[in-house]
């Protein structure tokens, strides 16, 4: 694995483990989370070396 590897990766670990990207900052109803906005993609971004 390659450094350049490791930081993608590590930069998507930490996007998933911000206790903040879980918390609804609008009290709207139809209000997601990051990660439900995100939907993954930042973790498929990192495994296909997508920068």
Known sequence: MTT???QRYKQAL???AD???YVLW?????SQTEI???KGKKARQS????E
Not at 26 to 30: G, I
């Open 26 to 30: 609008n009290s709207m109803v139809n």
């Open 4 to 6: 350049k590897e490791n």
């Open 14 to 16: 930490e996007f998933y």
């Open 19 to 21: 206790e903040g990207n």
């Open 36 to 38: 439900e906005k995100d």
């Open 47 to 50: 495994l296909r070396g997508d």
